[in-house]
Nanobody, 128 residues
């Protein structure tokens, strides 16, 4: 079982930037698509972005497209989420997730059931 630990969350003003990191341990995630999800109080956990294990394919939720960038460094077993032009509605706990099984280099998904390993989350708060 892989352990995922997120970091980089915090308080930022609207229009600002944050970079989240997700460090994996226990096993390599280099053959696994990875994703970021977020959850606000009273709302369901929602998809934000995901990336194939090769890094060649990325997909984003419409709400963050053009502002967020997901990337990965397989040598460091780490996935990142660069968040620019942050808005108050981006306020949430952000979770890193790894898919349950290794996939082909250009496979990537966005559905929660596909992801079997989750981090504990990191809080992002955007003030207006």
């Amino acid at each position: 079982q892989v352990q995922l630990v997120e970091s980089g969350g915090g308080l930022v003003q609207a229009g600002g930037s944050l970079r989240l990191s997700c460090a994996a341990s226990g096993r390599t995630v280099s053959s696994y698509p990875m994703g970021w999800f977020r959850q606000s109080p009273g709302k369901e956990r929602e998809f934000v972005a995901s990336i194939s294990w090769s890094g060649g394919i990325t997909i984003y939720a419409d709400s963050v497209k053009g502002r967020f960038t997901i990337s990965r460094d397989n040598a460091k077993n780490t996935v990142y989420l660069q968040m620019n032009s942050l808005k108050p509605e981006d306020t949430a706990v952000y979770y890193c997730a790894a898919e349950s099984a290794p996939k082909s280099p250009l496979w990537v998904g966005s559905r929660r059931p596909q992801f079997g390993s989750w981090g504990q989350g990191t809080q992002v708060t955007v003030s207006s």
